[in-house]
T-cell receptor, first 115, second 116 residues
């Protein structure tokens, strides 16, 4: 079974600054997918970024980028130029390809962006 | 695109009643939908995987007679909490997957269920 660990329950960053959220996972699979989801106070789950394990290049989506270290089983999320609207819970998730395609979520990191 | 609608957004009802929650994929067909439960300040816990035209697959520890799932069409899955009790109060979220198994899940806005 896969496990996903987010060791930072809460983080705070000032507006316009950069913050990195950490995520590690454990799996015996060689091919898989990793995701970061954002859950703002409205409670909707929003896909932020995805990474395919067989791709060495780190995924980037505007101000969001990841540092994917496959050997270390690490998948951190970097948010640049933080905005107040980035305040949310951030969940790291693992998915093994297959018919079930279940997501395994980490426990989440609550990010607060301050003025 | 990839919009998932969940209804209702909030339900308050008396203990012993049954509550139905709907999850619809508005602009795509979803052969697979997922139902999650989330307690305050906790992560999402997968309850079951709903497959169109077949029985749902429940996670270990989830009572299938308590949480009835129906996925009668490619755009609609329903979760019915039968004879709900206060301990069933929670936030329930559905998600749907487009096409192949490698696509990310798209989530509904969730339903806050409060049983008095």
């Amino acid at each position: 079974a896969q496990t996903v660990t987010q060791s930072q329950p809460e983080m705070s960053v000032q507006e316009a600054e950069t913050v990195t959220l950490s995520c590690t996972y454990d799996t015996s699979e060689s091919n898989y997918y990793l995701f970061w989801y954002k859950q703002p106070p409205s409670r909707q789950m929003i896909l932020v970024i995805r990474q395919e394990a067989y791709k060495q290049q780190n995924a980037t989506e505007n101000r969001f980028s990841v540092n994917f270290q496959k050997a270390a089983k690490s998948f951190s999320l970097k948010i640049s130029d933080s905005q107040l609207g980035d305040t949310a819970m951030y969940f790291c998730a693992f998915m093994k390809p297959g018919t079930a395609s279940k997501l395994t979520f980490g426990t989440g990191t609550r990010l607060q962006v301050t003025l | 695109g990839a919009v998932v609608s969940q209804h209702p957004s909030r339900v308050i009802c008396k203990s012993g009643t049954s509550v139905k929650i709907e999850c619809r994929s508005l602009d795509f067909q979803a052969t697979t939908m997922f139902w999650y439960r989330q307690f305050p300040k906790q992560s999402l816990m997968l309850m079951a995987t709903s497959n169109e035209g077949s029985k749902a697959t429940y996670e270990q520890g989830v009572e299938k007679d308590k949480f009835l799932i129906n996925h009668a069409s490619l755009t609609l899955s329903t979760l019915t909490v039968t004879s709900a009790h206060p301990e069933d109060s929670s936030f329930y979220i559905c998600s749907a997957k487009i096409g192949s198994s490698n696509q990310p899940q798209h989530f509904g806005d969730g339903t806050r269920l409060s049983i008095l």
